[in-house]
């Protein structure tokens, strides 16, 4: 088994407005949709389209959406043999407004997502430590990826953690994390650090192997022990940033998982998030293998 994700599957229903409504205001919206999405899911497919084997790991409602979710999974090459439906759940969802400048705010609620305790852990562990890469994020309970973390032997596989929604994670064991990828916001928040290195640092004081740190147009940072350098973003013009950040962190799994290094791993993903923002939706907007070539070539051309 290649990538392995444990985490989310939501139903997004997607709201777009020319700017967010402030509270007690109504503002007229111009297209109401719905996506297969969950950060999750979307890491898993992200990764799939660049065509790595990947397994998922999670648990979905009992109501239509759960199949519908997936559907999409399977459709898009992602084995899904291990995702149980919770009895008596409905599956998670998420309430996204998204503005004519691609910014996105996002209401989650978990659903069928909170049922993945370390009892399922247990269940799936044999299958779990088997990867090469292992995808995490905070939209499951993050006492499971505790639970999880501590049960993991030293690398293999390689732990790459979303903390995302940004959450206390002081229960984490984060020295078996080799790579946390938060974006600017979760950065501050689990740090109180407003500069990134600064906060990087902090993380790296808890035991974490190596900051990734998403920061949109600024593109990425990498921040290590002995170094810290960005990467800058392909640019441009967002049409909705919603799983821009997965995409980036599916690929990243790819790039590394094939033995790339960091440094050509994180170019890889930027190029990937960059595709995911320029598209509408979450899953829907997540590239392909052939996608993310051309702009890095293109991006080489133009050097
Ligand atoms: O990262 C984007 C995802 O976060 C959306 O698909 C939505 O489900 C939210 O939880």
């Not at 444990?6 to 109504?26: H, I, K």
């Not at 810290?228 to 392909?234: K, L, S």
């Amino acid at each position: 088994m290649a990538i392995v994700v444990l985490g989310s599957l939501n139903v997004d229903f997607v709201v777009e407005a020319s700017r967010f409504p402030c509270a007690g205001e109504t503002v007229l919206g111009r297209r109401f949709t719905r996506h297969p999405g969950g950060k999750g899911a979307n890491q898993a497919v992200a990764a799939a389209r660049l065509r790595a084997h990947v397994s998922f790991f999670g648990k979905v409602g009992d109501d239509l959406f759960g199949e519908e979710l997936l559907r999409s999974l399977r459709e898009n090459g992602v084995n899904v043999e291990a995702v149980e439906r919770e009895r008596g759940s409905s599956s998670g969802i998420a309430s996204i407004w998204v503005t004519e400048n691609g910014q996105n705010a996002i209401v989650y609620i978990p659903g069928a997502n909170a049922a993945v305790d370390p009892a399922y852990v247990d269940s799936m562990f044999p299958q779990l430590v088997a990867a090469k890469v292992l995808l995490l994020q905070l939209e499951v309970p993050v006492e499971a990826i505790a639970y999880l973390l501590r049960r993991l032997p030293p690398n293999p596989p390689l732990v790459i953690l979303d903390p995302a929604p940004a959450q206390d994670i002081s229960n984490l064991p984060l020295e078996r994390v080799d790579i946390i990828t938060p974006n600017r916001g979760e950065l501050t928040a689990l740090t109180r650090e407003e500069g990134v290195g600064e906060a990087a640092r902090k993380l790296l004081a808890f035991g974490v192997g190596q900051v990734v740190c998403k920061a949109g147009a600024e593109g990425a940072y990498l921040i290590g022990r002995d170094n810290f350098r960005r990467f800058p973003a392909f640019p441009v013009e967002p049409v909705d940033t919603t799983a821009a950040g997965d995409a980036f962190n599916g690929a990243l799994a790819v790039a590394l998982a094939e033995g790339q290094s960091i440094e050509d791993a994180i170019r890889f993903a930027n190029a990937a998030g960059a595709l995911a923002a320029i598209r509408q939706g979450a899953q829907p907007s997540l590239p392909t293998r052939r996608e993310v070539e051309a702009l890095l070539r293109k991006a080489d051309q133009a050097r």
